[in-house]
Antibody, heavy 121, light 107 residues
Framework: QVHLEESGGGVVQPGKSLRLSCTAS????????MHWVRQAPGKGLEWVAVISFDGAHKYSAESVKGRFTVSRDDAKNTVFLQMNNLTVEDTAVYFC??????????????WGQGTLVTVAS | EIVMTQSPATLSVSPGERATLSCRAS??????LAWYQQTPGQSPRLLIRGTSTRAADVAARFSGSGSGTEFNLTITNLQSEDFAVYFCQQYNAWPETFGPGTKVEMK
């Protein structure tokens, strides 16, 4: 079955960088766009970024634009989120999510367990 | 972007009762509306897609309705495992946006 596993979270100082990874299994990874969604402590869900199935198109939320970059390595079935110039407002659990429909705007039918990023001095 | 709102923020319900959760979009999302359930410490779980289609392995006591800008999630005969936070999400337009959630708690 579909399995997504995030890694790379941790505690980091404001202004520093962190790279998250999400390794997938159980489906044709290279057929699917992949998303990152975050959830600040005790808060709701915020969509962060998406990369198309072929890596040709990447979009991110206004709140992270210019600081976060999404990429993928299909040989490793892995999607990455490079987070630069982190602020305390970026503190959240970061989930990767697979869309129900591979290449279109869609809801998300599979989620990883999430990785916690804490930005603090 | 399309702004999603949910009401109420918290709903207190007794086991066995019915709960109705509301979700509103700032503009029409047609029927491209999903509902997710999240229990503490867990990732969200897709319950409903396309406004009213239950996802795989979702119990029949969960049902969705609505269209355009007004949507409801109804849970009948609430079970202990249904006490959770529920989020709606529109996927009619990019970026896909979520509502702030409704917490269903035990009365």
């Amino acid at each position: 079955q579909v399995h997504l596993e995030e890694s790379g979270g941790g505690v980091v100082q404001p202004g520093k960088s962190l790279r998250l990874s999400c390794t997938a299994s159980g489906f044709r990874f290279d057929h699917y766009a992949m998303h990152w969604v975050r959830q600040a402590p005790g808060k709701g869900l915020e969509w962060v970024a998406v990369i198309s199935f072929d890596g040709a198109h990447k979009y991110s939320a206004e709140s992270v634009k210019g600081r976060f970059t999404v990429s993928r390595d299909d040989a490793k079935n892995t999607v990455f989120l490079q987070m630069n110039n982190l602020t305390v407002e970026d503190t959240a659990v970061y989930f990767c999510a697979r869309p129900l429909l591979p290449t279109a705007i869609s809801c998300f039918d599979s989620w990883g367990q999430g990785t916690l990023v804490t930005v603090a001095s | 972007e399309i702004v999603m709102t949910q009401s109420p923020a918290t709903l207190s319900v007794s086991p066995g009762e019915r709960a109705t959760l509301s979700c509103r979009a700032s503009q029409s999302v047609s029927k491209n509306l999903a509902w997710y359930q999240q229990t503490p410490g867990q990732s969200p779980r897709l319950l409903i897609r396309g406004t009213s289609t239950r996802a795989a392995d979702v119990a029949a006591r969960f049902s969705g309705s609505g269209s355009g800008t007004e949507f409801n999630l109804t849970i009948t005969n609430l079970q202990s495992e249904d006490f959770a936070v529920y989020f709606c999400q529109q996927y009619n337009a990019w970026p896909e946006t979520f509502g702030p959630g409704t917490k269903v708690e035990m009365k």
